[in-house]
């Protein structure tokens, strides 16, 4: 029986926020001509009482500006951090995407592809069954016996976004891993990204391109400094976004700052 038979969401966030402190230097009185240096600690409410269902078998697009909280949701999702209130339940294992995690930059491509998958939760054995079929699929020609730092960071984002893709995750979480990729390997990325639906798989995509999120993408979700502004049909979702940056600029929200010596 299919993941997508069994339960109706894959994730569902209620009522989260996730809030951090930074320190921050302040700036310099120009009256004075004592030198004296002081800190601020600056509160930042990353998402504030966010509610959210991911159906299973979907691909669900995450928009916003930046600091609009969309890495902090995928994140706590998949528990690198953890809610200050609320919850998030799953039904699945979760896997983050985001460009060369577990990769080492001074290894070749093909060595990256083994540490990238037993990174990504894959044995030995299972990575190398599949390393062909990655290498394949990335792309990259005589490229892939050569450091990672001889790459483009399209081709970096091909290999990465092609390991993690081979994983077979129940959720997986994409942020921002095919910002970089050529029209061609975009076209490859997203008949992938509908395979693994076609297998009942939870998928949550993450970009700044709302053409992108489209062709992806069935339904939406639209952060605005930390909370849902609107979440529905993906063209609908996409296109009132695409109207309001047009006439105003997204911030990150932050709360004030409380003054340290």
Known sequence: MSL????????????????????????????????TRSTKIRKIEALSDVSINFP??????????????????????????????????LWGRPHLLTPGMGFNRTLS?????????????????????????IIEFADIGHFIDLPTTTYSSGMF????????THVDPEILLVD???SAGDSSFRKRAVSRIRDLCSSAKAIIVVSHSSALVSDMATEAVWLHRGQVRMQGPVAEVTESYESFTGETT??????????RK
């Open 109 to 133: 491509g093909r060595e990256n592809v083994i540490l990238g998958g037993l990174a990504a939760g894959m044995t030995l054995d299972e990575v190398r069954s599949k390393q062909e079929e």
């Open 157 to 164: 984002g091909r290999l990465a976004f092609t390991v993690a």
């Open 56 to 89: 299973a078998g979907q691909v669900t697009g995450l928009i916003g500006g930046n600091g609009a909280g969309k890495s902090t949701l995928l994140k706590t999702i998949v528990g690198v951090l953890k809610p200050s209130v609320g919850e998030v339940h």
């Open 250 to 259: 997204e911030t990150a929200q932050l709360q004030s700052g409380i003054d």
């Open 176 to 178: 921002e891993a095919l």
């Open 4 to 35: 997508q038979l069994e339960i109706k969401n894959a994730v569902e966030v209620k009522n989260l926020s996730v809030a951090y402190s930074a320190v921050v230097e302040q700036a310099k009185s120009k009256k004075s001509s004592v030198l």
